[in-house]
């Protein structure tokens, strides 16, 4: 017994109507359940017989769907990459704000505009490599950096080990860098609002560059606010240099690597 390959409808209960089945005439008369059944007119005057090559189109269909869902890339969360300093002129210059002087290093390189103006902070956006980019110039002023980086980051829902701070550290010498996964403030104010404004979380990557320690017994204070001096300029373009470099290793092979290639970076006087 064969039924149709596709939908049938029943318009009466006779014996022809029957035949429309694939039956024959006097089927209903023999005494099975499903000839009873239509004898009877128990049966639905619209009935769809659906047969295996149709399941197989639906079933087909569905994998397909499946498919084209699986080969859909997952959205890629921006790395944030943020620089901490003291907004105005009268500060750019100076040992706090390497960081700002960082992140402009970085935007150079990789062809990037900080133009715009969001959650208190100027932003640019962009791509190092196939991954994309944020980077951050807070304008708080440099105590209250966290409320600008909090309020990005739970924004645009960055996950933490995606959010890069780099920023001064009297503990290193000049124009030293130092990448660590995680860690402290280590004394810096605008660490400590960072860190705040993560709810304590410590768990994000820091590009730490060294500025020294102040000469005698000068404030530290009047230290950090003081310029560069045209020799440690040059210093600071060709740490600049390494910086960026680090950066992309970062993003593009993983913190170990780019941990390894900071580490291992000689400076300008050890190159001669």
Same mark, same amino acid.
């Given at each position: 017994m064969k039924l149709g390959s596709t939908a049938v409808v029943i318009t009466s209960s006779s014996s022809s109507s029957v035949a429309t089945l694939g039956f024959p005439k006097n089927y209903y008369d023999k005494p099975s359940w499903f000839g009873q059944l239509l004898k009877t007119n128990m049966f639905p005057h619209h009935i769809p017989i659906l047969s295996s090559s149709s399941a197989s189109?639906?079933?087909?269909?569905?994998?397909?769907?499946?498919?084209?869902?699986?080969? @859909?890339?997952?959205?890629?969360? #921006?790395? =944030?990459i943020v620089g901490l300093g003291n907004p105005g002129k009268k500060y750019y210059s100076t040992r706090h704000n390497v960081g700002f002087q960082?992140?402009?290093?970085?935007?150079?390189?990789?062809?990037?505009?900080?133009?715009g103006v969001s959650f208190k902070a100027l932003l640019g956006k962009g791509s190092i490599g196939n991954?994309?980019?944020?980077?951050?110039?807070p304008q708080t002023f440099m105590n209250a950096s966290g409320e600008s980086v909090g309020a990005i980051a739970s924004y645009y829902k960055i996950p933490l080990k995606q959010v890069l701070l780099i920023y001064d550290d009297l503990d290193l010498p000049f124009a030293k860098l130092r990448?660590?996964?995680k860690g402290g403030h280590g004394g810096h104010n605008g660490m400590k609002s960072v860190i705040n404004h993560f @709810?304590?979380?410590?768990?994000? #990557?820091? =590009?730490?560059?060294?500025?020294?320690?102040?000469?005698?017994?000068?404030?530290?204070?009047?230290?950090?606010?003081?310029?560069?001096?045209?020799?440690?300029?040059?210093?600071?373009?060709?740490?600049?240099?390494?910086?960026?470099?680090?950066?992309?290793?970062?993003?593009?092979?993983?913190?170990?690597?780019?941990?390894?290639?900071v580490n291992s970076t000689k400076s300008i006087e050890q190159l001669g």
């Open positions: 189109i639906s079933t087909t269909t569905e994998d397909s769907k499946d498919a084209v869902a699986a080969a @859909k890339p997952k959205q890629q969360h #921006p790395w =944030l960082m992140v402009d290093a970085l935007a150079d390189a990789e062809g990037i505009s900080i133009s991954v994309p980019v944020m980077l951050a110039k990448l660590l996964p @709810k304590g979380s410590r768990d994000f #990557p820091r =590009l730490r560059i060294g500025i020294g320690r102040p000469p005698g017994k000068m404030d530290t204070a009047n230290f950090v606010l003081r310029p560069f001096t045209k020799q440690e300029h040059e210093e600071l373009d060709f740490m600049f240099q390494q910086g960026t470099e680090a950066v992309r290793i970062l993003l593009l092979e993983g913190v170990n690597k780019s941990a390894t290639f």
